[in-house]
């Protein structure tokens, strides 16, 4: 071999061709700072996944961290109007109650569960419905709402009605809490 063709490897002094990655007797990378050297890429790969790992856990952390519940919350969302209407749908009676509901919490509550109780003339409570909405409303705002039940019982004893906002999701909590 012409000398100018060849080098000495660091770690063994054995002349290799100056082009060689790796020494082929001792097997020692001859560039320190190759991408392709795996005393190099290893520790890089090991620190991005656990850079990785730790970004996740962390995220994992927050999401998962308990949320305030409803019930701490509860006279903070509030119906703030409400009315009743009655209908025939395919000769069914209906009444249907149409409000604006308030909530005045930093909380966003999700799937809100209204509970409207129906009096007659004499103040007696003479139907009631509960329903599980899909509703979404956004800390300190309003919005309007739709419950359409059966109407069970005659006209006359659907004299005034209550609306109520029973129960409610926080809907930054992690599924299942």
């Known amino acids: 071999m012409d000398s100018t063709d060849t080098k000495a490897c ?3 002094a054995e002349e290799i061709k100056r082009e060689a990655r790796v020494c082929p007797r001792c097997r020692q990378w001859q560039r320190k700072w190759s991408f392709f050297n795996p005393a190099l890429t290893f520790p890089i790969c090991f620190a991005f996944v656990g850079a990785l790992i730790i970004a ?8 998962m ?4 519940t409803f019930e701490a919350y509860r006279d903070d969302v509030f119906v703030t109007s409400s009315s009743m209407h009655f209908g025939e749908l395919r000769s069914n009676r209906t009444v249907v109650v149409v409000g604006t509901l308030t909530n005045r919490s930093p909380v966003t509550w999700k799937n809100l569960e209204v509970d409207i109780r129906f009096f007659n003339s004499a103040g007696e409570m003479a139907d009631a419905h509960s329903q599980n909405t899909r509703l979404v409303v956004l800390g300190h705002d309003e919005i309007a709402f739709r419950v359409e039940t059966k109407g069970l019982r005659p006209r006359s004893d659907y004299a005034k009605h209550e609306v109520a906002v029973r129960h409610a999701i ?3 909590a992690w599924p299942g809490w």
Do not use: E, F, Q, R
């Open 65 to 68: 961290a308990p949320k305030p």
């Open 170 to 172: 926080n809907a930054k």
């Open 10 to 12: 660091h770690a063994c």
């Open 56 to 63: 996740t856990l962390m995220a994992a952390k927050g999401a």
